[in-house]
T-cell receptor, first 112, second 115 residues
């Protein structure tokens, strides 16, 4: 099965909070990342968390990490239509340099 | 600061033809990555260079794919001959030294369609 798994699709209303979830399998993951991809564009790093942390907040973004359950989430507060995009979770592992393993992506649709 | 540049942006070829993609990383970045992103999937690493040496090419289909970074700056990725399943977006990324906590900066990608 996939090393990094995400749900395919999430739809929210403008102004609501969005929570995008990700599970991973490798306990040696060192850093976990959230990337955003808009149509026709490359990947933009949103935020990352080191594996010995359980939470990181950056403006409207909150990352929660449950290392025991190997579960990562990204919460976007006050979601805007400009947040509509595909969000990818990725991990890097011990002894794998900076090689990233990506999930399949979650398409976030924000309705006005 | 200029970002990662890739060309061409789009390419349409017939199966069994050859194709090459070019990447110019951010100036001074030692590490360069090529990813393949098939429609509806996340990117998959094909090859990672550190300067002009290969760090990891374990997921590169070496019977048809090749990549080089001869002078440790620009890189080319070639497919010869192409198959239908090679249709994807090919993303290039770079990072300063390749350590785990570094941000990888991605280019806009080259969208390949094999008919």
């Amino acid at each position: 099965g996939e090393d990094v798994e995400q749900s395919l699709f999430l739809s929210v209303r403008e102004g609501d909070s969005s929570v995008i979830n990700c599970t991973y399998t490798d306990s040696s993951s060192t850093y976990l990342y959230w990337y955003k991809q808009e149509p026709g564009a490359g990947l933009q790093l949103l935020t990352y968390i080191f594996s010995n942390m359980d939470m990181k907040q950056d403006q409207r973004l909150t990352v929660l990490l449950n290392k025991k359950d190997k579960h990562l989430s990204l919460r976007i507060a006050d979601t805007q239509t400009g947040d509509s995009a595909i969000y990818f979770c990725a991990e890097s592992r011990v002894n794998a340099g900076n090689m990233l393993t990506f999930g399949g992506g979650t398409r976030l649709m924000v309705k006005p | 600061e200029a970002g990662v540049a890739q060309s061409p942006r789009y390419k349409i070829i017939e199966k069994r033809q050859s194709v090459a993609f070019w990447c110019n990383p951010i100036s001074g970045h030692a590490t360069l990555y090529w990813y393949q992103q098939i429609l509806g999937q996340g990117p998959k690493l094909l090859i990672q260079f550190q300067n002009n040496g290969v760090v990891d090419d374990s997921q590169l289909p070496k019977d048809r794919f090749s990549a080089e970074r001869l002078k440790g700056v620009d890189s080319t990725l070639k497919i010869q001959p192409a198959k239908l399943e090679d249709s994807a977006v090919y993303l290039c990324a770079s990072s300063p030294t390749g350590t785990a906590q570094e941000t990888q900066y991605f280019g806009p990608g080259t969208r390949l369609l094999v008919l």
